[in-house]
């Protein structure tokens, strides 16, 4: 296999390094995204799944062991910088920045987790009615798609909120709602691939009838690519969630959610306090990162050759 | 063999075609959504005046606002008046509709096509620089950068540029169109204050074409054409640019037309952190209101612009690839 020049034999698994057993580097694929090696690729699993872990831990554990009232001030400890009793500072009235973004984030992936749910069991049952019926229903499943494309997401969701403000109700929905229409397309691809296959035709002539051959053979096929689509998709619903929040359509401003919480800090940025906006954002983006630094390794795993994108 | 130019036009045509019941289906939720909701325009227009209102005065009053009636039926009303041009009264902004869009869209359109620009070259550039040499240093840093800006949320990093440009370096205006105190829209002002929203809306749309572009040109680099133009002896940056790059743009080309919808919604979050004076803006504000007639036309403004994405995508695609016909698209 011709390697190009300037190629890279120096990210090259050392055999025998004591990390992990020797293989041989063929496995790898020669082209190799960012030219992770095996140990490296491997230490990139620890650490997003260490942080998936702490982030869960966190949301689980803190709330009951440091109740918060959300309406509690201390104005002779506000806008403190980070240190050792507050990590991430104190915002605006005194609170500590750290436990509002334990607490924002349960509420924002609370939203996601069940958005996500939400947005898959449509994409789901919309993808394999399309695949498994075929013809006129197809056709006209995907013009319906084609519609929700047409409109920004975020500019549907601000519509659907602005109609039902205000609460968290309202926000599920309108995630849940308009972000089902990607995982429609993989299920509905993966159902037409899957109608070819020969024990398909076996259960047909077997006299099976159409909803249990959607039922017991297409929706099991489809299952692991609308489950990783799924797990992709809560980062996405939190993003929305927090982006709504922001703009103050989302989650009502009393609650800590992320988006409220940057929202809220944006009269103390002005006068230079970056603390409470910098930490509830970095609690957006260092999940979605590790998220994405699994799936990718998953992807990977199942799919060796084809490059770990992460799609957002 | 026609000429390209009757292709296009013919495609141009059918999306043309297909982009109407797509309008309609769209317009048609709005109208359903709104009928569902437990809002009522009616007293929103009147506000505190309407709770001594009698009933009679309440249906007049809906009856002029094109609110009764079933939601087909105010559907209906709404798109023969918007085929005459009238898109009706904003609630809150106490405006024509078509005048709010008239007054805002030039600014949107500014700020979306510099932002665009910038994201598309530096995002080439940069892409070109990373695939150049698949896992070295250039392309670890380029590479886990675009990752890291593809899940910021472009509000969060607009608020961290305002702190760094605006608030500790003081080089940049932090939101607006003018400086404070004068009122006179000057060039020099406008390129001022654009920079940091553009900046930051393209910051936002980069990593995408970054690692479209990086992926396209590696993949590229190892195909049959580049293989055999080393072979040949032609210089590195010929390879690279000559025939790496322009296969693997054609990706890139697809890309412009999808990432509309996100340019759309980046818009909508950079807007309203800089108070940009543009559509995105009313858009927030408008929700905020309740403001059904101004939501609904900017609604169908933005279905049209990503419509018309996707067709530029797709007339590019087949002029960059002659293996593209535009009658089979």
Known sequence: MGKPEGGDATVETAPGNGTAAPRPAVDRPWHAPGGDGRRTRAVRVAVSGALIG?????????????????????????????SWAHPFGTDEVGRDVLLRCVY????????????????????????????????????????????????????MGIFIVAMFRPGIW????????????STARIVRAEVLSLRARPFVDAAISGGASRLRVAARHLVPGVLPQAGLAAVLM??????????????????????????????GARGSLVTGEWWPTLFPGLFIVV????????????????NPRRRSELVL | MTAPWAGMARLAGRRLLAAVPVLALVTLGMFAVAAASPFDPVRQYIGSDGLGASQETLDTLRENLGTSGTFVEQWWAWLRSAAGGDLGQSLALRQPVGQVIGERLGWSVLLCSVAFVVAILLGTALGVLAARRPGGVLDR?????????????????????????ALRLDVLPAGGLTDTGSDTVTAGSVIRHLALPAGVLAISQLPWFVLYVRQGVSDALHEDPVRGARARGLRERTVLLGHALRSGLLPVLTLIGTRVPELITGALLVETVFSWPGIA???????????????AALTVLSALAVLAGNLLADLLYGLADPRVDHDEM
């Open chain 1, 287 to 302: 999940p979605t990162l590790a998220l994405a630094g699994l799936a990718g390794a998953w992807r990977e795993r199942i």
């Open chain 1, 104 to 155: 924002g984030m349960r509420v924002s992936l609370l939203v996601g987790v069940v958005a996500a749910l939400v947005a898959s069991g449509i994409g789901l049952a919309v993808g394999c009615a399309a695949g498994a019926l075929g013809g006129r229903a197809d056709r006209l499943t995907m013009r319906l798609v084609d519609t929700f494309t047409a409109v920004p997401h975020l500019l």
């Open chain 1, 54 to 82: 702490a982030t869960v831990l966190a949301v689980l554990l803190v709330p009951p062991l440091f109740p918060l009232d959300q309406q509690a001030v201390d104005l002779t400890a506000k806008l403190e910088p980070p």
């Open chain 1, 234 to 263: 809560v980062p996405h619903a939190i993003w929305h969630e927090s982006a709504l929040s922001f703009l103050g359509l989302g989650i009502p401003a009393h609650e800590a959610s992320l988006g409220t919480m940057i929202n």
């Open chain 2, 281 to 295: 803006s009313a858009t927030v504000r408008a929700a905020t209101a309740t403001d059904f007639p101004l939501l």
């Open chain 2, 141 to 165: 840093v380029v590479t886990s950068v675009s990752y890291t800006l593809q899940a910021a949320p472009p509000f969060w990093l607009a608020l961290l540029a305002i702190w760094l440009f």
């Open chain 1, 170 to 181: 309202p926000v599920i929905a309108s995630v849940g709602l308009t972000h089902w229409v």
